[in-house]
């Protein structure tokens, strides 16, 4: 039985990952960080499971990392551990290059230092964020990097200390240069989950307003548990060697808008321009349910969202990773991305809304003394 060491497991990659590597018969470790709460929501269903195990550890602190090699002595690491936040990385700099710059080198010096680097594989979440301030469309294996981010300045420190370890020590150490990737469990503050989530609230009359940053800003979105499966090729791929992991389409966080609204029963229209343009609502699904919404503005734009240096064009061109690995960027569309990630918000703030009123209930029932 394969061993794969994840760090970053409680992540929205490594829940996925978890899933696709039990699922292909590998013992599962993972590297967690202590933390006050004990619930890891996304892979909270596969604690317990007999071939998924824990360690505690932090990717700023080498004596654990080393500590978790050496006890696990895995055949692939999958480094997925990172501050991966573009716009907290401007207000934590610092700790942004220890985790995601530095964090690298921990893992590939562990792995010497525990003598396996002739043995253990390694996979690096690299990112479309390296191409930064792009000098081409559509970015490929060969596109000079530009970083417009201290969160891309670190990662260009992993995906060059990868290269660098490859070559002086012959360890089998991937980069793989994943474009954006989204689903159900992405993280609440990125844009694509920010928008779902607000358009199922607004939907259910939970929320007034959406605001957002740069709505001309593209990207290259695909489905996170795609891009997982993808991880695992380039390690069992004959040589070590990187790849770019995209779906070749792009679209405008406009556009995400429009859709996820459209999937929430509320049609967008945009009016004005930069600072000043506005979603208004042109129509609903049900007058009954929310013709009130017709008319009113639910997408501001607020400049708070606005980056001091963004990365606005992001095209990836997936031919090399179709054509030695065999995969496929087009398992799952954008608008399939989108409705998914809808549904799920849908019925998750519907089913908080119920939770929320049996505990007022329950709260009201106590009081008096209808339940004891
Ligand atoms: P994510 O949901 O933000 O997960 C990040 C993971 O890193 C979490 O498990 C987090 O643990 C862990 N982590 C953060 N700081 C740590 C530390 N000091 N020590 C140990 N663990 C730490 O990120 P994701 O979307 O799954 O992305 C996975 C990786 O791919 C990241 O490296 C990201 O930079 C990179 N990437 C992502 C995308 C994308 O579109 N998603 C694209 C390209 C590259 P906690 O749960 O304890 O916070
Ligand atoms: O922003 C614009 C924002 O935060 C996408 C990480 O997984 O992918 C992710 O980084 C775009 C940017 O993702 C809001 O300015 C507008 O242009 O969803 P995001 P990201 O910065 O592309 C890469 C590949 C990674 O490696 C990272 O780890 O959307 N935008 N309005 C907004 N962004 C956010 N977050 N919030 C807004 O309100």
Request: one cysteine or more; charged letters at 25%.
């Amino acid at each position: 039985m394969k061993k794969a060491l994840i760090t970053g497991i409680t992540g929205q990659d490594g829940s996925y990952l978890s899933e696709f590597l039990i699922g292909k018969g590998y013992e599962v470790h993972g590297i967690i960080r202590r933390s006050s709460v004990d619930f890891r929501e996304r892979i909270a269903h596969l604690e317990g499971h007999r071939h998924f195990h824990l360690h505690y550890g932090d990717m700023g602190d080498t004596l654990s990392i080393i500590q978790v090699v050496g006890k696990v002595q895995p055949d692939e690491i999958y480094n997925l551990a990172a501050q991966s936040h573009v716009q907290v990385s401007f207000d934590s700099p610092e700790y942004t290059a220890n985790v995601d710059a530095t964090g690298v080198l921990r893992i590939l010096e562990a792995v010497r230092q525990c003598g396996l680097e002739q043995h253990c594989r390694i996979y690096q979440a690299s990112t479309s964020e390296l191409y930064g301030r792009v000098e081409e469309v559509p970015q490929n294996e060969d596109t000079p990097f530009h970083p417009y981010s201290p969160y891309a300045v670190a990662k260009l420190y992993g995906y060059w200390i990868v290269k660098e370890y490859r070559e002086a020590y012959h360890m089998f150490c991937c980069n793989g240069i994943l474009f954006n990737h989204e689903s159900e469990r992405r993280g609440e503050t990125f844009v694509t989950r920010k928008i779902t989530l607000a358009a199922a609230r607004i939907r259910q009359g939970r929320q007034e307003k959406l605001y957002l940053g740069n709505l001309s800003s593209l990207r290259d979105w695909g489905y996170a548990k795609d891009y997982v499966e993808c991880m695992w090729l380039i390690l069992q791929h004959d040589k070590p060697e990187d790849f770019v992991i995209a779906t070749g389409q792009q679209h405008t966080v406009r556009e995400f808008c429009e859709r996820a609204f459209h999937y929430a029963g509320l049609k967008l229209r945009w009016e004005g321009e930069g600072a000043d343009e506005k979603g208004i609502c042109e129509a609903v699904d049900d007058t009954t349910a929310c013709g009130h919404l017709v008319g009113k503005t639910l997408v501001e734009v607020s400049p708070d969202f606005y980056r001091p240096t963004d990365v606005v064009n992001l095209l990836g061109d997936p031919a090399k990773a179709q054509r030695l690995l065999g995969w496929n960027p087009e398992k799952t569309s954008f608008d399939q991305l989108v409705k998914l990630m809808v549904e799920n918000d849908m019925a998750k703030i519907a089913s908080d809304d119920a939770a929320a009123r049996v505990r007022c209930n329950l709260a009201e029932y106590l009081e008096k003394g209808i339940v004891k």
